[in-house]
């Protein structure tokens, strides 16, 4: 599962408009909800944003108050709070504008000013460029891991304001020059997507390996999806009667649980192909479903259902509730043959 690629509606400019986005309409349309002046501190930080980018393009061709909408609301649809809004909203102005973080600090508060501040330290870490030789490349990784793990630990939104600019980046990067691309994908698969799978955002990470993955593998990628897309609409049934016949085995034994399924993300599979030398016919779980329970128990009471339902996998089973992971993800992972095996 993926972040949906970030809609922002165009229109002529008009009074309330912003480089033709009716801001009106994308804070109505703003996941969540949020006090009138919560909505105020971010609609003042749209107007100021518009004023100091006034003109100003992107490399990737768009105007900047349409990035920093972009990169809002993929924060607002992971329900980060107005403060962490306004200060996306405003990340740029202290690079391409003459604002200084007391205009910001001023206007906007304490709070946010931080949060801009943050963000702007943690731009340095493109001084740390990927590099193909192995102990530059693991230096630079520390280096700026340790940069962005400092400013995490002063307050964790700064890191998601980065990632969510990171995510854009990618999203975008087809405008670029190939180099470009290509560093740009780099450091993400090297600090970015590692970072998100350490704070569990795993709707970032997949999105960011799989975008990285399509400029740094360009040809394996496209093999994957192709082979995906044939199976797809297929899946997407098999999916389905899959959910529906669990969601009803827990139901019988009252079991609250919410059952959901997916397609596992391409990096993903070419990760398991590399580690098993297997092809991607050979790879059992490409389609993936979750159970969410509200409680441990709950937990293994499911896992016994899903088990005497269906014939597990031997060598595909991870109690990652046993022994969680370094990053207190909690879950328990396994493999079985569903129905046509």
Not at 73 to 100: G, M, N, R, W
Not at 196 to 223: C, M, Q, T, V
Request: aromatic share 8%; hydrophobic share 40%; proline share 3%.
């Amino acid at each position: 599962m993926t972040l949906k690629p970030t809609m922002v509606s165009f229109v002529t400019n008009k009074p309330g408009s912003y480089q033709g986005v009716d801001i009106e309409e994308w804070l109505a349309n703003l996941p969540g909800n949020r006090l009138p002046e919560h909505l105020d501190l971010i609609r003042r930080a749209c107007w100021f944003a518009d004023q100091s980018h006034h003109g100003q393009i992107h490399a990737s061709a768009e105007p900047y108050i349409n990035r920093a909408l972009a990169v809002a609301l993929t924060l607002a649809e992971l329900q980060l709070d107005h403060e962490t809004l306004a200060a996306a909203i405003l990340h740029d102005v202290l690079d391409d504008a003459s604002v200084s973080l007391h205009d910001i600090n001023q206007q906007f508060g304490k709070a946010v000013a931080f949060l801009v501040d943050g963000v702007t330290r943690m731009e340095h870490i493109h001084e740390f460029q990927v590099s193909i030789e192995r102990g530059r490349k693991e230096r630079a990784h520390a280096e700026s891991l340790r940069k962005m793990l400092l400013a995490m630990a002063e307050d964790v939104r700064v890191v998601l304001i980065k990632l969510a600019y990171q995510l854009h980046a990618m999203r975008t990067l087809d405008s670029l020059p190939e180099y470009e691309q290509q560093r740009i994908a780099g450091e993400t698969m090297e600090i970015y997507a590692p970072l998100a799978n350490r704070l569990g955002i795993w709707r970032i990470k997949w999105e960011l390996e799989d975008l990285a993955f399509s400029y740094l593998h360009p040809d394996a990628f496209r093999r994957i999806a192709s082979s995906l897309a044939e199976r797809r609409v297929d899946r997407e049934h098999y999916i389905e009667d899959f959910v529906a016949t669990l969601q009803s085995e827990l139901n019988r034994a009252d079991v609250a649980a919410e059952v959901s399924g997916r397609a596992k993300h391409i990096y993903g599979i070419w990760k398991k192909m590399q580690s098993k030398s297997q092809d991607f016919h050979q790879i059992y779980d490409v389609s993936a479903v979750r159970v969410l329970v509200d409680t441990v128990p709950q937990c293994y009471q499911a896992l016994g259902i899903v088990h005497t339902r269906w014939q597990y996998l031997s060598g595909e089973f991870d109690d990652y509730i046993a022994t969680p992971k370094k990053n207190d993800y909690r879950s328990i992972h396994t493999a079985v043959f569903g129905p046509a095996g």
